[in-house]
Nanobody, 123 residues
Framework: VQLQASGGGLVQTGGSLRLSCAAS????????MGWFRQAPGKEREFVAG????????SYSDSAKGRFTISRDNAKNTVYLQMNSLKVEDTAVYYC?????????????????WGQGTLVTVSS
């Protein structure tokens, strides 16, 4: 599975962005997907995850209530809708894939990674 993240950019505090992660390969619909982020000088951290079917999702405490992960298996794409953005959300965001939701909730564990897309939130 090859992953291509996009949708990052510069946004003001309180604004919104939607990240996309397009996957190649016919087995996309069998993988759980996750979003992680890494700010300068910090460790990579889990943001959100979703099962292969989309029926179950998981969020970090910082993402709950503001971010929504979703997927469209027909388009081989997973999304991260980010609302009410804060300066501390500034980071490079990565999508990742693995077989199980618990595996895409742990940094550095997932088998497949996208290249990252930069989100900058200005005050």
């Amino acid at each position: 599975v090859q992953l291509q993240a996009s949708g990052g950019g510069l946004v003001q505090t309180g604004g919104s962005l939607r990240l996309s992660c397009a996957a190649s390969g016919r087995t996309f619909s069998t993988y759980a997907m996750g979003w992680f982020r890494q700010a300068p000088g910090k460790e990579r951290e889990f943001v959100a995850g979703i099962t292969w079917s989309g029926e179950s999702t998981s969020y970090s405490d910082s993402a709950k209530g503001r971010f929504t992960i979703s997927r469209d298996n027909a388009k081989n794409t997973v999304y991260l809708q980010m609302n009410s953005l804060k300066v501390e959300d500034t980071a490079v965001y990565y999508c990742a894939a693995d077989r199980f939701l618990e595996d895409v909730m742990r940094p550095y564990v997932p088998t497949y990674w996208g290249q990252g897309t930069l989100v900058t939130v200005s005050s």
